[in-house]
């Protein structure tokens, strides 16, 4: 049980670090659709960098610079070019998904070094996930950083009039939010599973995405959901532990998405929409043109 | 920008025609096919003997052509999948599991008529085949359905809900054919049982007959685009939903329509896929490969605009370059996925082209007219 519980930590906080980095992206006003592939790029390169130079040290950060880059360049995309963030992201995603496809295949398997220690039989990502989420929580709600990017978030063309940098902002958080995404892939390619092989993500990013709209822009929640879906995903894994015998295992592999969905459609009824809906950063993947 | 005499700066474009569009996306293919030569260069091959090995197995070869025309039928399929929501101004990434949908029900019509008995019964195609496409349209509509109800209804981000049913199919699909699932080969070896000869596709001068219902339904998209009202009421939609609503148009009807008919067209793709496709005829263990080649379809969609005429050239050209890409791969022992890579190179160059059909470069010469490029 102990270890079942273990894993889950560590399943959320792969979520965890995504979602993060997509709620900073959103707070700052910018929709990145392609966690999906920053995060095979995070997770290939920093595999096969830790790989070849037998340096865990070195694989994060290999994938949290490919990470930032690619934050990086989809704020190219949507603020300098202004152009359709979906797009954008899209595109993002699907050079993630063809280009690590060609790029890792040669280092197909298993990682082949130590694994990286725990403390106090915990993952060290939990313990930085959750000094993370208490990080980003305060500067984003209680720092005049934080304040800056919500603006922004909010209404680019007033923040810009109280004399704040809003490419400049949205920037920085797009980059911040690639290198935690690009990060949160080498976590899972380097620690909770490594082992490459083709196309190994199959949705984690694109559930991370579902928990941003989930967590109401708000890192505290975004911990809870990622801690229940990291639960489930391990549940997924191994339905013995509550269910022996009962469906096949394939089916269970389902259910992570199915509740994904239900949640989604839960936050997305007009109940809850009025009760909590304001949350949702106003200009939100809409592109800013200063006057 | 300055250059000399010259000036160069950039240009709102107010409107853009069909042709300046296909230069833009023309260019932008070129330029992709630049940008990954120097995939080749880093493999240490020449780009140009890659390209040539590539165009001319696709398009020139006996062997090849054949399977660049099958794998055009189906990249044109999933491109109109895509670009019937993306007329809504919705995004169906879904054509992955909408496709397996659609040859789940298929073979789930072949099992009921006895497709997995050994030997192989005598089927009457003439029944069965129209069965098995109807059931693998609607399979793909079902799962399509999900996405545009939850859409119309609720408003629930599509992007998600189709990736999420691509996954919950996916898994499906590996239920049905391991480990002792309904549809499993009864060899075993992880995939289906294989379609009895009389239930193949008739094939015309050696293509499936698919390619008619492909070409079929890009003129019936367009025709309905072009001169019915609910073609019309999906692009206003597509423009504004807000505005649609005010025009009267039903905004729960629109998003479940277009994902229905997305879906539908997704489901005969894998239909032809997994049972028309000369040689395979069985889904196969790796059928991931294949479902994930329907991504391919979001570029098609996206170069052509929407338009699915403009759709026909490019599937045919990328539907060589996968075919042409996979078989260079093996004949220069390059890794995996060159086509996936290509695939990948092609989408993000695509993107950045987006900005020219919103701007324009101009350059003019100081006290001279202007001279004006795409």
């Given at each position: 049980?102990?270890?079942?519980?273990?894993?889950?930590?560590?399943?959320?906080?792969i979520?965890?670090?995504?979602?993060?980095?997509?709620?900073i992206?959103?707070?700052s006003?910018?929709?990145?659709?392609?966690?999906?592939?920053v995060?095979?790029?995070?997770a290939?390169?920093g595999?096969?960098?830790?790989?070849?130079?037998?340096?865990?040290?070195?694989?994060?950060?290999?994938?949290?610079?490919?990470?930032?880059?690619?934050?990086?360049?989809?704020?190219?995309?949507?603020?300098?070019?202004?152009?359709d963030?979906?797009?954008?992201?899209?595109?993002?995603?699907?050079?993630?998904f063809?280009?690590?496809?060609?790029?890792?295949?040669?280092?197909?398997?298993?990682?082949?070094?130590e694994?990286?220690?725990?403390?106090?039989?915990?993952?060290?990502?939990?313990?930085?996930?959750?000094?993370l989420v208490?990080?980003?929580?305060?500067?984003?709600?209680?720092?005049?950083?934080?304040?800056?990017?919500?603006?922004?978030?909010?209404?680019?063309?007033?923040?810009?009039?109280?004399?704040?940098?809003?490419?400049?902002?949205?920037?920085?958080c797009?980059t911040?939010?690639?290198?935690?995404m690009?990060?949160?892939?080498?976590?899972y390619?380097?620690?909770?599973?490594?082992?490459?092989n083709?196309?190994?993500?199959?949705?984690?990013?694109?559930?991370?995405?579902?928990?941003?709209?989930?967590?109401?822009?708000?890192?505290?929640?975004?911990?809870?959901?990622?801690?229940?879906?990291?639960?489930?995903?391990?549940l997924?894994?191994?339905?013995?532990?509550v269910?022996?015998?009962?469906?096949?295992?394939y089916?269970?592999?389902t259910?992570?998405?199915?509740?994904?969905?239900?949640?989604?459609?839960?936050?997305?009824?007009?109940?809850?929409?009025?009760?909590?809906?304001?949350?949702?950063?106003?200009?939100?993947a809409?592109?800013?043109?200063?006057? | 920008?300055?250059?000399?005499?010259?000036?160069?700066?950039?240009?709102?474009?107010?409107t853009?025609?069909?042709w300046?569009?296909?230069?833009?996306?023309?260019?932008?293919?070129?330029?992709?096919?630049?940008?990954f030569?120097?995939?080749?260069?880093?493999?240490?091959?020449?780009?140009?003997?890659a390209?040539?090995?590539?165009?001319?197995?696709?398009?020139?070869?006996?062997?090849?052509?054949?399977?660049?025309?099958?794998?055009?039928?189906?990249?044109?399929?999933?491109?109109?999948?895509?670009?019937?929501?993306?007329?809504?101004?919705?995004?169906?990434?879904g054509?992955?599991?909408?496709?397996?949908?659609?040859?789940?029900?298929?073979?789930?019509?072949?099992?009921?008529?006895?497709?997995?008995?050994?030997?192989?019964?005598?089927?009457?195609?003439?029944?069965l085949?129209p069965l098995?496409?109807?059931?693998?349209?609607?399979?793909?509509?079902?799962?399509?359905?999900?996405?545009?109800?939850?859409?119309?209804?609720?408003?629930?981000?599509?992007?998600?809900?189709?990736?999420?049913?691509?996954?919950?199919?996916?898994?499906?699909?590996?239920?049905?054919?391991k480990?002792g699932?309904?549809?499993?080969?009864?060899?075993?070896?992880?995939?289906?049982?294989e379609?009895?000869?009389?239930?193949?596709?008739?094939?015309?001068?050696?293509?499936?007959?698919?390619?008619?219902?492909?070409?079929?339904?890009?003129?019936?998209?367009?025709?309905?685009?072009?001169?019915?009202?609910?073609?019309?009421?999906?692009?206003?939609?597509?423009?504004?939903?807000?505005?649609?609503?005010?025009?009267?148009?039903?905004?729960f009807?629109?998003?479940?329509?277009?994902?229905?008919?997305?879906g539908?067209?997704?489901?005969?793709?894998?239909?032809?896929?997994?049972?028309?496709v000369?040689?395979?005829?069985?889904?196969?263990?790796?059928?991931?490969?294949f479902?994930?080649?329907?991504?391919?379809?979001?570029?098609?969609?996206?170069?052509?605009l929407?338009?699915?005429?403009?759709?026909?050239?490019?599937?045919?050209?990328?539907?060589?370059?996968?075919?042409?890409?996979?078989?260079?791969?093996?004949?220069?022992n390059?890794?995996?996925?060159?086509?996936?890579?290509?695939?990948?190179?092609l989408?993000i160059?695509?993107?950045?082209?987006?900005?020219?059909?919103?701007?324009?470069?101009v350059?003019?010469?100081?006290?001279?007219?202007?001279?004006?490029?795409?």
């Amino acid at each position: 049980m102990w270890e079942f519980i273990a894993r889950s930590l560590e399943a959320s906080m792969i979520f965890t670090f995504a979602a993060l980095g997509e709620l900073i992206d959103q707070r700052s006003g910018v929709l990145n659709v392609g966690i999906e592939g920053v995060m095979l790029f995070g997770a290939t390169l920093g595999f096969i960098t830790a790989k070849t130079t037998g340096s865990y040290l070195l694989g994060f950060l290999v994938g949290m610079a490919i990470g930032g880059l690619l934050g990086f360049l989809h704020g190219f995309f949507s603020i300098t070019l202004g152009g359709d963030q979906v797009v954008s992201g899209m595109g993002i995603w699907i050079l993630g998904f063809g280009l690590t496809t060609y790029i890792g295949n040669p280092y197909t398997g298993p990682l082949e070094l130590e694994r990286i220690p725990t403390i106090l039989g915990l993952s060290p990502f939990f313990y930085a996930g959750i000094a993370l989420v208490v990080v980003s929580w305060f500067v984003l709600s209680r720092t005049s950083l934080g304040l800056e990017i919500r603006s922004v978030g909010e209404d680019p063309s007033v923040a810009e009039v109280s004399g704040i940098n809003v490419p400049k902002t949205r920037y920085l958080c797009a980059t911040i939010g690639g290198m935690l995404m690009g990060l949160s892939g080498a976590i899972y390619s380097l620690f909770y599973n490594p082992v490459w092989n083709y196309n190994f993500l199959m949705g984690w990013g694109f559930i991370a995405l579902a928990l941003v709209f989930f967590s109401m822009w708000n890192p505290v929640i975004l911990l809870g959901g990622s801690l229940l879906f990291g639960t489930l995903w391990q549940l997924s894994l191994n339905p013995q532990l509550v269910l022996p015998g009962i469906l096949s295992r394939y089916i269970w592999r389902t259910v992570p998405f199915v509740i994904t969905i239900g949640v989604l459609l839960i936050i997305s009824t007009g109940w809850f929409r009025t009760r909590w809906g304001a949350a949702k950063p106003e200009a939100l993947a809409r592109p800013y043109v200063k006057e | 920008m300055r250059i000399g005499s010259y000036q160069l700066r950039l240009e709102k474009r107010l409107t853009l025609t069909g042709w300046q569009a296909a230069i833009i996306s023309t260019l932008a293919i070129i330029f992709a096919l630049v940008l990954f030569s120097f995939i080749f260069i880093l493999a240490d091959i020449n780009p140009l003997v890659a390209y040539r090995e590539t165009f001319s197995y696709a398009f020139a070869n006996p062997r090849g052509l054949p399977l660049t025309i099958n794998r055009f039928i189906f990249l044109l399929l999933c491109t109109s999948a895509f670009i019937i929501p993306f007329r809504a101004g919705l995004w169906n990434i879904g054509m992955t599991g909408q496709l397996y949908a659609g040859a789940l029900s298929a073979f789930a019509v072949l099992l009921a008529f006895g497709g997995k008995m050994l030997p192989p019964p005598d089927l009457s195609p003439i029944t069965l085949i129209p069965l098995m496409l109807i059931a693998a349209a609607l399979g793909g509509a079902v799962l399509g359905a999900m996405a545009g109800f939850l859409k119309g209804k609720f408003n629930v981000n599509e992007i998600v809900v189709t990736m999420m049913l691509n996954s919950i199919t996916f898994w499906l699909v590996a239920y049905m054919i391991k480990e002792g699932g309904p549809f499993m080969n009864p060899g075993g070896r992880g995939e289906s049982f294989e379609l009895p000869s009389s239930a193949y596709a008739p094939l015309i001068m050696d293509i499936p007959f698919t390619i008619f219902l492909a070409l079929g339904l890009v003129m019936l998209l367009y025709y309905m685009f072009a001169k019915t009202k609910i073609g019309y009421q999906i692009k206003a939609y597509g423009h504004s939903p807000a505005a649609a609503r005010y025009a009267g148009i039903n905004t729960f009807m629109i998003p479940l329509l277009v994902f229905i008919l997305g879906g539908a067209v997704a489901g005969l793709a894998g239909y032809h896929y997994f049972a028309a496709v000369p040689g395979v005829y069985k889904i196969a263990r790796n059928y991931g490969y294949f479902g994930d080649l329907a991504f391919y379809g979001i570029i098609c969609g996206l170069i052509s605009l929407g338009n699915s005429f403009a759709a026909i050239p490019v599937a045919l050209l990328f539907g060589g370059l996968s075919i042409g890409g996979r078989f260079v791969q093996g004949k220069l022992n390059m890794g995996f996925g060159v086509d996936y890579a290509l695939l990948g190179v092609l989408m993000i160059t695509l993107v950045a082209f987006q900005f020219f059909y919103r701007y324009k470069l101009v350059l003019s010469v100081e006290g001279k007219g202007q001279r004006r490029r795409d």
